[in-house]
Antibody
Framework: AVQLVESGGGLVQPKESLKISCAAS????????MYWVRQAPGKGLEWVAR??????????YYADSVKGRFTISRDDSKSMVYLQMDNLKTEDTAMYYC??????WGQGVMVTVSS | DVVLTQTPPTLSATIGQSVSISCRSS???????????LNWLLQRPGQPPQLLIY???RLESGVPNRFSGSGSGTDFTLKISGVEAEDLGVYYC?????????FGSGTKLEIK
């Protein structure tokens, strides 16, 4: 069965950095584009970042709200995808979900940005 | 970006009632490869979203067949034929035909 397990969330202060991770299993990870999607408390779903596969040069894409601050990466040898979040803002507070291109989702990891 | 408009925003149903949720797209979701990448998700309270329907009408493995999807182009519908208590939550449509992927604003299903 497909499994996505996020880790690394927590409480940070504004302008600090945090890196969250997602461990994937149950499918051919190297063939799959991967996404990070977030959900602020009580709100809807917002796409954050996308990374394509090796044949597509691991191309990356970002929502305007995080461009220049967040970096998505992957390690196909470990079936892992990461999100490096720098210069965090209070409005980045949300549950962050790892999502596969075929719409499988992890349980999510909470990121809270507060002073 | 493609805008997905879901209606109604909330839905109140009794057990056994059939309900429908609409998802309208600002652009056709027909991909040049012939597929239409429109999925339906259910997010139960305190849970992550889970896939119900993919490619408009294909039922994800393990999902009860009281769920069905239909539509084409810009208009799509999720139908639940005989609501059960476990169906409560927020339903989202999501498109991946056009980058970036976008989500509808959600339809909250409440059980009377």
């Amino acid at each position: 069965a497909v499994q996505l397990v996020e880790s690394g969330g927590g409480l940070v202060q504004p302008k600090e950095s945090l890196k969250i991770s997602c461990a994937a299993s149950g499918f051919t990870f190297s063939n799959a584009a991967m996404y990070w999607v977030r959900q602020a408390p009580g709100k809807g779903l917002e796409w954050v970042a996308r990374i394509r596969t090796k044949p597509n040069n691991y191309a990356t894409y970002y929502a305007d709200s995080v461009k220049g601050r967040f970096t998505i990466s992957r390690d196909d040898s470990k079936s892992m995808v990461y999100l490096q979040m720098d210069n965090l803002k209070t409005e980045d507070t949300a549950m962050y979900y790892c999502r596969s291109a075929t719409d499988y989702w992890g349980q999510g990891v909470m990121v809270t940005v507060s002073s | 970006d493609v805008v997905l408009t879901q209606t109604p925003p909330t839905l109140s149903a009794t057990i056994g009632q059939s309900v429908s949720i609409s998802c309208r797209s600002s652009q056709s979701l027909l991909h040049s490869n012939g597929n239409t990448y429109l999925n339906w998700l259910l997010q139960r309270p305190g849970q992550p979203p889970q896939l119900l329907i993919y490619l408009v009408s294909r039922l994800e493995s393990g999902v009860p067949n009281r769920f069905s999807g239909s539509g084409s182009g810009t208009d799509f519908t999720l139908k639940i034929s005989g609501v059960e208590a476990e169906d409560l939550g927020v339903y989202y449509c999501v498109q991946s035909t056009h980058a970036p992927p976008t989500f509808g604003s959600g339809t909250k299903l409440e059980i009377k």
